[in-house]
T-cell receptor, first 117, second 110 residues
C-alpha cells in the first residue's frame, strides 16, 4: 500500500497512561498532519510537520507532542491520558511545504481509534 | 472565531431525488472551502474545492460569500453517494490549519 499508513488501528488504554501513534506518509510526501476527531466533533487540526520541522500548530494540548523522523514517518505522543482523549486520530500527508501558496491535496490515513478507560 | 457548521447530522433521500448538504462558515477573510467524503470502510478523501469550480461525481458546490455558505448539491442522488460528507475551510493559501465541520451522513434509499 503506497498510501498513508497508521498504526495501530485500535488502542485501548487507561487514564494516566502514555501512548504513541505512528504514521507513515505516502511515498514522496514530505508533509505530515495530525487531526483529532472526538465523538460528534469535526476533525480538529493538531499539528503539521514538513521534512522534520514543525510548520503549524493547532489546538494541540501540552500533554501531546509529535515529531517527524528523518525517514519522514511521524509519531504522535499522548501522555497523562484522560477519558476525553478518546477519539479517532488521523494522519494525512501531502507534498506541500507549508509555505507554498498553491494548493496541494492532503491524503488521509485510515486513522487510529484510541479508547481511554 | 472561525467555524464550519453542518447543521444536519443525517440526511436521507430517495434514489433519484435532489440532494443538498448544507455548510455554513464563519470567517472574516477569503477562505478556501472544500468538501471531503468518506465512503464506508474507505479513507477520507477530497471531493471538491470551490476554487476549481468543477463537478465531481455529479456534485457541485458554489461559494456564496454573502450568505457564507458552501452547500453541496447533486440533482439526482445515487445509492453509491451514501457516505459521510465533511465541509472544510482553509483560511488562506499557505496555511494548512483546516477547520472541519462535524459532518453529515447521507443515506440514499432505494
Amino acid at each position: 500500500d503506497s498510501g498513508v499508513t497508521q498504526t495501530p488501528k485500535h488502542l485501548i488504554t487507561a487514564t494516566g497512561q502514555r501512548v504513541t501513534l505512528r504514521c507513515s506518509p505516502r511515498s514522496g510526501d514530505l508533509s505530515v498532519y495530525w487531526y483529532q476527531q472526538s465523538l460528534d466533533q469535526g476533525l480538529q487540526f493538531l499539528i503539521h510537520y514538513y521534512n522534520g520541522e514543525e510548520r503549524a500548530k493547532g489546538n494541540i494540548l501540552e500533554r501531546f507532542s509529535a515529531q517527524q523522523f528523518p525517514d519522514l514517518h511521524s509519531e504522535l505522543n499522548l501522555s497523562s491520558l484522560e477519558l476525553g482523549d478518546s477519539a479517532l486520530y488521523f494522519c494525512a500527508s501531502s507534498v506541500a511545504t507549508g509555505t507554498d501558496k498553491i494548493y496541494n491535496e492532503q491524503f488521509f490515513g485510515p486513522g487510529t481509534r484510541l479508547t481511554v478507560l | 472565531a472561525q467555524r464550519v457548521t453542518q447543521p444536519e447530522k443525517l440526511l436521507s433521500v430517495f434514489k433519484g431525488a435532489p440532494v443538498e448538504l448544507k455548510c455554513n462558515y464563519s470567517y472574516s477573510g477569503s477562505p478556501e472551502l472544500f468538501w471531503y467524503v468518506q465512503y464506508s470502510r474507505q479513507r477520507l478523501q477530497l471531493l471538491l474545492r470551490h476554487i476549481s469550480r468543477e463537478s465531481i461525481k455529479g456534485f457541485t458546490a458554489d461559494l456564496n460569500k454573502g450568505e457564507t455558505s458552501f452547500h453541496l448539491k447533486k440533482p439526482f442522488a445515487q445509492e453509491e453517494d451514501s457516505a459521510m460528507y465533511y465541509c472544510a475551510l482553509r483560511r488562506s493559501p499557505g496555511t494548512y490549519k483546516y477547520i472541519f465541520g462535524t459532518g453529515t451522513r447521507l443515506k440514499v434509499l432505494a
